[in-house]
């Protein structure tokens, strides 16, 4: 079955890994590198383990796990982890819907689930049909980093991402976080990839910082691993 992938997504200020949008769609998110997927809603955390790989065992009938656990405070002690419930099932996209039907069971409400991965992080673990959800974004040809409205809040100095950024634009977002973006989140070993890449990564920083401090639901662009808008026909996933 193939699914179109939403442009955008307006996700709810929540814990991670994961995101819940406005419409109460979960978004599954690769955990590191690994095959294994997470959302968490409330004190439900919600995983998705990667039992065998069809591709080495296609007679393997159940290749991946979904797991439901809750958090539960037991007087004064630390929290424990309670679970709900474990079943198997033959296709991720089965894993997801029979997680989110567990969550549905447990806490009374219609949650639904969106066809795809988020990336963890840029450069680190992603494959070619991980998604990330991000309010910010690069472009190359305006070489610029973007938030949704198609503002810049960063603009690059004679191409250079090591170069200052334009601070003087208006945009939703903290500058302050932007900043803390430029300083902490470039390395020689993100520029040994090239300027491109350390830009992309930099988008990225930035829109995960942004995301960690909201308040208030926020729209993001559903992007590919290049981290810039594609097409409507590719936005497509088997």
Partial sequence: MRHTLPRQVTVQPAKTPGYLTDAGALIFQRRGSSRSFEAIIGQHHLRIETIADRATHPAQSSCYRAIVTRSQRVGNAASISVTEDTQTAASFEDAVNTATAILNRCVGTRYTALPFVAGYCYSFGV??????????????????????????????????????????????????LIDNALRTGLHDCDFKHGEIHAKRRLAWLAGALILSHAAAPTVCDVLPSTLERESTASLCTA
């Fill in 127 to 176: 494959t070619a049909t991980d998604r990330f959800v991000s309010p910010v974004r690069y472009d190359a040809e305006r070489d610029a980093v973007l938030d949704c409205q198609d503002h810049a809040l960063i603009t690059f100095a004679n191409g250079s991402a090591r170069r200052a950024i334009n601070t003087s634009t208006v945009g939703p977002h903290p500058h302050s």
